[in-house]
């Protein structure tokens, strides 16, 4: 069903003809281990709203449909979701937009890395703070943090980090999602950050699972 080599390699992987929560589920399951979200839920359905009636401090509370900006899902997870696996049956208009950390890396100063290793966030949710890196390393592998929404630098390493990383995003044009039906996507979570463009004139339901590092 899908090729890991492939997703590894390239961060992100487009699977066409899933069509049913089913098979995205089937899918999930042949990458990893499905971690539940806080709420208990395997598979989180994701309608676009205005965000009045959405849990305080989502994005859908705060940008309703506007555009969501670049982050790492799960960033206030003691590691983040290493994968996050997507599925839209229906088709939409609104792309789901991704800029990877190789990216990144090309436009930054040669002490960015430097500077996140030096960094400190506060991460805020409803359920409580903390204080964490915005980069991480698990079993040689090593990740971004990113969630301008929840995450705060808490040094003066983690405002220049931030402003560097900011003016990074708004330089690079992002590759593209484009919903076209029965479409799933898995992207790397820790290789990638990803939004959302705005929603207009329609009703996006799309269907979203996190794998275990
Ligand atoms: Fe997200």
């Known amino acids: ?118 960094s400190i966030y506060l991460v805020e949710t409803f359920e409580g703070c903390k204080y964490t890196s915005p980069i991480f390393c698990q079993n040689g592998v090593s990740g971004i943090r990113f969630d301008p929404n929840i995450m705060k630098p808490a040094n003066v390493h983690a405002e220049r980090f931030h402003s560097e990383l900011l003016e990074a995003l708004r330089s690079i044009e992002p590759r593209k999602i484009h919903w076209d039906g029965n479409k799933a996507v898995v992207f790397d979570n820790w290789k990638n950050l990803h939004g959302r463009s705005a929603v207009n004139n329609e009703r996006r339901e799309i269907f979203r699972i996190y794998l275990e590092s």
């Open 1 to 118: 069903m899908l090729d890991l080599g492939d997703l590894e390699h390239n961060g992100v992987v487009i699977i066409d003809n899933i069509s049913s929560r089913a098979e995205l589920k089937r899918l999930a399951k042949s990458i990893g281990e499905i971690r539940p979200h806080p709420n208990g839920e395997n598979i989180a359905t994701l309608k676009s709203s205005d965000g009045r009636s959405s849990l305080p401090g989502t994005l859908s509370n705060i940008y309703g449909l506007s555009a969501f900006p670049f982050h790492t899902d799960t960033a206030f997870w003691g590691i983040p979701a290493r994968y996050v696996v997507m599925g839209m049956f229906s088709k939409s208009q609104c792309t789901t937009n991704y800029i990877s950390l190789s990216d990144i890396t090309r436009v930054v100063s040669n002490d960015f890395r430097a500077k996140a290793e030096k």
